[in-house]
C-alpha cells in the first residue's frame, strides 16, 4: 500500500507543479488541464485515447498557428493602413517567423513542462517554437478567442512587434540573397560538404559563389545551418545593394 500511495503522492504533486507553472504563463485558471496536458505532450509517449486517437501537441501546434496568423494579420491591417498585400504577409511572417517563436517559447521555458521519452538536450530548435504554438491553440479551446487574443497581445505583439524595427528585418538571409540574384540574373550556388574535423558533433561546410567567384564560407550543425550562416555574411557584403528589398 505504501508503494501505491508514493506513487499517487508523487503524481498528485506533479500535476499540481504543472497547473502552478502553468497558471504563471496563462494569467489565468486554466478550464480545462486535459487541454494543456496535451499541449505538453510529446509523440514519443505514443498516448492514444479510447478511439486511437494520438495524444499529442501536434494538432494544437497546427490550431495555434493558425489563430498566431489571424490575430497578428487584425492587427497589421488595423495598425499599417497603407500597407497592401504583400507588405502585410512579409510583416507577418516576420512576426510568425520559426526563429521569433522559438524565442518565445524559451522566454517562457516550455521546454520544461514537456512529458516526452526523449530528454530535452536531444530536442532541436523548433521544440520551442512548436510548444508555443500548441499552447496557444489550447487557449482558444479552453477560453475561446478573445482569451487566445489577449495571451498573444501580452506575450507577442506588445513586447515583440514594432512595425519600424520589423521593417527591417531579415527572416532568412538565404531567401533575400537568392531573390537578390534572381532579379540581378547572377548566377549562384551553394556548395556544400561534411565537414570532417575533431568536433563530438557531425558539421558541414558551405562555399557559396555568385557569378563563380565563393563570396562567403560558412560551418554550422546542418547543411541549412551552415547555408544560412554564409548567406548572411554574403548578404553584409552586398548589404547596399540587397538592403533595398527588405
Request: proline share 2%.
Amino acid at each position: 500500500m505504501s508503494v501505491i500511495r508514493n506513487i499517487l503522492n508523487s503524481r498528485s504533486k506533479r500535476n499540481g507543479n504543472f497547473f502552478i507553472q502553468l497558471q504563471n504563463i496563462l494569467g489565468y485558471k486554466p478550464k480545462n488541464i486535459s487541454i494543456f496536458r496535451k499541449a505538453f505532450t510529446h509523440r514519443s509517449m505514443n498516448i492514444k485515447d479510447s478511439k486511437g486517437n494520438a495524444i499529442n501537441y501536434e494538432r494544437l501546434e497546427f490550431l495555434g498557428d493558425a489563430m498566431l496568423s489571424a490575430v497578428i494579420a487584425s492587427h497589421l491591417f488595423q495598425e499599417v493602413p497603407s500597407g497592401d498585400e504583400g507588405y502585410l504577409t512579409k510583416m507577418r511572417s516576420k512576426v510568425v517567423s520559426r526563429e521569433h517563436l522559438n524565442e518565445l517559447g524559451k522566454e517562457l521555458n516550455l521546454i520544461d513542462l514537456v512529458e516526452s521519452k526523449i530528454p530535452a538536450g536531444q530536442f532541436g530548435d523548433n521544440i520551442h517554437g512548436n510548444l508555443f504554438e500548441a499552447l496557444v491553440g489550447a487557449i482558444f479551446l479552453d477560453k475561446g478567442y478573445k482569451y487566445c487574443e489577449r495571451f498573444i497581445y501580452k506575450r507577442v505583439i506588445t513586447p515583440h512587434v514594432d512595425i519600424e524595427q520589423l521593417e527591417g528585418k531579415v527572416i532568412s538571409y538565404k531567401s533575400l540573397l537568392i531573390e537578390w540574384c534572381q532579379k540581378e540574373k547572377k548566377i549562384f550556388g551553394y556548395n556544400v560538404y561534411e565537414d570532417t574535423g575533431n568536433d563530438d558533433v557531425r558539421h558541414f561546410s558551405v562555399k557559396l559563389s555568385i557569378d563563380d567567384k565563393i563570396v562567403a564560407k560558412a560551418r554550422a550543425t546542418s547543411k541549412k545551418k551552415a547555408e544560412e550562416k554564409a548567406s548572411k555574411r554574403a548578404f553584409f557584403a552586398f548589404q547596399n545593394k540587397i538592403s533595398k528589398m527588405i
